[in-house]
T-cell receptor
Framework: NAGVMQNPRHLVRRRGQEARLRCSPMKGHSHVYWYRQLPEEGLKFMVYLQKENIIDESGMPKERFSAEFPKEGPSILRIQQVVRGDSAAYFC????????????FGSGTQLSVL | GQQLNQSPQSMFIQEGEDVSMNCTSSSIFNTWLWYKQEPGEGPVLLIALYKAGELTSNGRLTAQFGITRKDSFLNISASIPSDVGIYFCAGRTGTASKLTFGTGTRLQVTL
């Protein structure tokens, strides 16, 4: 009974590089959410996806950030041309359905931008 | 946008004491969830609440969905060292799918 799997756990990038964060939801879950957490702060919503569809991206910066959840394979959060301010913990959560469902979180990817 | 304020911001208590924390919002929420986060890990779901006035327990934890639907409370009885962590409330409004998280309450338990 694997939970939400995120990799890598730690990712170091230099300014200007690209970061790719992967999330495999729990078995049977078709809804994925990405959240960002800065040190000493709560989690901020970024994007909500179902298989092959972006449902709500209201929390995602308009530039440099993109997310996908293909029919096959994990969900990917992609950050292009990273800057120091992108350093944070990025958490993925999944649920079996959308509204009203509990979210189950992965252990996160800690992104550090040098 | 919606904002959830948690209080207290941090607590230092002795093992065996009871703990109370709350979460307030300027908006009405239809669902309240309480999570615990330990260092280097993702939040773990503790309790979910779906109706105003609902009182739900999970072992030594008890949470309530406020009658006004703008607040929620979490109590931990007879605290133990492994209760250490950051407790987050999270809420969902009527038509939204996303959860809005609170600012967190950091709990420290001393022997």
């Amino acid at each position: 009974n694997a939970g939400v799997m995120q990799n890598p756990r730690h990712l170091v990038r230099r300014r200007g590089q690209e970061a790719r964060l992967r999330c495999s939801p729990m078995k049977g879950h078709s809804h994925v959410y990405w959240y960002r957490q800065l040190p000493e702060e709560g989690l901020k919503f970024m994007v909500y996806l179902q298989k092959e569809n972006i449902i709500d991206e209201s929390g995602m910066p308009k530039e440099r950030f993109s997310a996908e959840f293909p029919k096959e394979g994990p969900s990917i959060l992609r950050i292009q041309q990273v800057v120091r301010g992108d350093s944070a913990a990025y958490f993925c959560a999944s649920s079996p359905r959308g509204r009203g469902e509990k979210l189950f979180f992965g252990s996160g990817t800690q992104l550090s931008v040098l | 946008g919606q904002q959830l304020n948690q209080s207290p911001q941090s607590m230092f208590i002795q093992e065996g004491e009871d703990v109370s924390m709350n979460c307030t919002s300027s908006s009405i929420f239809n669902t309240w969830l309480w999570y615990k986060q330990e260092p280097g890990e993702g939040p773990v779901l503790l309790i979910a609440l779906y109706k105003a006035g609902e009182l739900t327990s999970n072992g030594r934890l008890t949470a309530q969905f406020g009658i006004t639907r703008k607040d929620s409370f979490l109590n931990i009885s007879a605290s133990i060292p492994s209760d250490v962590g950051i407790y987050f409330c999270a809420g969902r409004t009527g038509t939204a799918s996303k959860l809005t998280f609170g600012t967190g309450t950091r709990l420290q338990v001393t022997l």
